[in-house]
Every structure is written in structure tokens, then in C-alpha cells.
């Protein structure tokens, strides 16, 4: 009689191993998708809850998709708030703040990286410091100063405050991206008569481009989602942004009993919409900047 064949060691090693991998990368797709899943839900649920009404929102049980969907909420919207106002003032503030943000620190950095002068180490080291410095610590003497110069409740003084704010970590940030490209570079187009300007221009931002769309985006997006600053300097609905809106929403006392969560969530849905989009469509140009920096 054939006796059945038992597998070899070499065999049996091989299977195991492939059990393992198979089992690894199971668990690794449950880790994902529960990642995913507690990362989503809330934004699953504001979305839904901003096509909700009012008085489907607390039912209980909980309904994962509403019975039937409406913009009535997004309509309230823009009756109880300058809405459109609030979008272009949000718009405004982000871009300025960023592009301001990115010219100076891109100066800034450049003259860190590449000129050495006394004190230079100091003023890096301070730049990396302030980034630590929480905004509510300085947020009464700015306002003392910002008062006196009139710059209170001003479109301006708001984009300063808040390029001030991130100038620091993008300084930081773009000094890494600036002592990568080669200083050959730089010599040979001051050998051929190059001034500092048409060096800047024609040589150091042609390479520094994924950096500096990558921190203008990111800026963008900070400046964006920005609140304090928005709430203690506007006054007006002239320069007050979305985020102040949101909390308008939340302590206006003609909507009743609670928080008005329905037409919260159609404002924060509409806040979401363009961060969303930005990184859906420069999310290579985002990972490229912050991975590849400056050399190509």
C-alpha cells in the first residue's frame, strides 16, 4: 500500500508562512477599514444631518440615512447669516493670508539657509521657538496694538495677524527645502552676472515651486479653519468669516431651545466642500512637495 506523502519541512515552512502573510494582511485591512470608519462617521453624519429636518434629527433609533432628504436646512442657512458675505470674506482672508504668508517666509528662509550674518542662528531659533507660543498668550497685546493702529475690524489687518501666525512654520519649513538644492546652482548664475533678483526668480523659485504651492495650500487650509483670530478681530460682517458664523449659529438666542445642529451642519458641510476639494486634486503635488522638497 502507498502511504500519503507528508510534506517536507521546506514545505510545511512555506505554508505557515503563507498563512501568515495571508492572516497579517487581513488584520492589517480591518485595522484600515475601523480607521477609516471612526474617521468617516463624523463626517458621514454631518453631511447627512445637513440634509435632515429639524425634527428628524434626535429620532430614536438614530437613523443612519433620513427619511427623506431636503435643503430646507442650507435655504435657513442663508437667511439667518450673511452667508455669501461670510464665503467671500472666508475666501479672502485664506488666500491673502496664505500668499503673504509664502512670499515673506520664502524670503526669510532664503536669507536664513543661504547668507550668514550675526545672529542668524539666534533668529531661526526664535522663529522655531514662536511656533510654541499659544495664540491666547498674545492675543491681548496684539489687540492693544491693533487697536491703537486702527486696524481693528480692517480686511488688512486681519490677513497681517494670520500670515504672522503661520510665517513661522513655513519659514521652518522652506529653510529645509532651500539648503537641499545645490549652491553650484546659485554660483554659476552669479558668475554669469545674475543679480539677486533674477537669481530668486529664475533659479531658486523654478526649484522651490512644489514647496512653495505645498505651503501655500496648507496655509490656505489652516488660514481657512482659522477662529480666534476671526472672532476677536471682526466686528462687522464685512470681514467676519464662516468660522464666526458657526458660532453665531450656535448662541443666536431667536433659534430657540438647543443648537440649531441642522443648520450648523449645513454650514460646516459648506466649510468642509473646499479643503475637500483642494486635497483631492493637489494631494500629489502636496505629497511630492513635502517628501521630494526642492531637488527633482
Avoid at 502507498?2 to 495571508?22: A, C, D, T
Avoid at 477599514?33 to 429620532?59: D, E, G, K, N
Avoid at 447669516?81 to 526669510?108: C, E, G
Wanted: aromatic share 14%.
Amino acid at each position: 500500500m502507498n502511504q500519503p506523502s507528508v510534506p517536507s519541512k521546506p514545505e510545511s515552512f512555506l505554508n505557515n508562512y503563507r498563512l501568515q502573510q495571508i492572516l497579517s494582511r487581513i488584520l492589517l485591512y480591518l485595522c484600515i477599514a475601523l480607521f477609516l470608519f471612526i474617521v468617516l462617521l463624523p463626517f458621514y453624519w454631518i453631511l447627512m444631518s445637513s440634509f435632515t429636518p429639524r425634527y428628524q434629527m434626535f429620532s430614536i433609533p438614530p437613523r443612519w440615512f433620513p427619511a427623506a432628504l431636503t435643503l430646507e436646512n442650507y435655504v435657513k442657512l442663508t437667511q439667518n447669516i450673511p452667508f455669501f458675505r461670510y464665503y467671500l470674506n472666508s475666501l479672502s482672508f485664506a488666500f491673502f493670508s496664505a500668499a503673504l504668508s509664502v512670499v515673506l517666509s520664502f524670503l526669510a528662509s532664503y536669507a536664513l539657509a543661504r547668507i550668514r550674518f550675526p545672529g542668524s542662528n539666534l533668529v531661526f531659533i526664535i522663529f522655531i521657538v514662536s511656533i510654541a507660543i499659544p495664540q491666547v498668550g498674545t492675543l491681548v497685546p496684539l489687540f492693544e496694538m491693533f487697536n491703537k493702529l486702527g486696524l481693528i475690524n480692517s480686511r488688512f489687518g486681519m490677513v497681517l495677524l494670520m500670515a504672522s501666525l503661520i510665517t513661522p512654520f513655513t519659514v521652518w519649513t522652506m529653510v529645509t527645502f532651500i539648503q537641499q538644492i545645490p549652491e553650484e546652482i546659485e554660483e554659476a548664475a552669479r558668475i554669469d552676472g545674475a543679480s539677486m533678483a533674477q537669481l530668486l526668480w529664475h533659479i531658486v523659485v523654478p526649484v522651490m515651486t512644489p514647496a512653495l504651492a505645498t505651503m501655500m495650500i496648507i496655509n490656505f487650509i489652516i488660514s481657512w479653519n482659522e477662529l480666534l483670530y476671526p472672532l476677536v478681530f471682526a466686528t462687522s460682517s464685512e470681514t467676519k468669516t464662516l468660522s464666526v458664523g458657526l458660532v453665531e449659529l450656535a448662541v443666536d438666542p431667536s433659534m430657540g431651545a438647543g443648537r440649531p445642529w441642522d443648520l450648523m451642519s449645513a454650514l460646516s458641510v459648506t466649510m468642509i466642500i473646499p479643503v475637500l476639494l483642494l486635497v483631492l486634486v493637489f494631494q500629489r503635488l502636496i505629497v511630492s512637495g513635502l517628501t521630494k522638497g526642492a531637488i527633482k
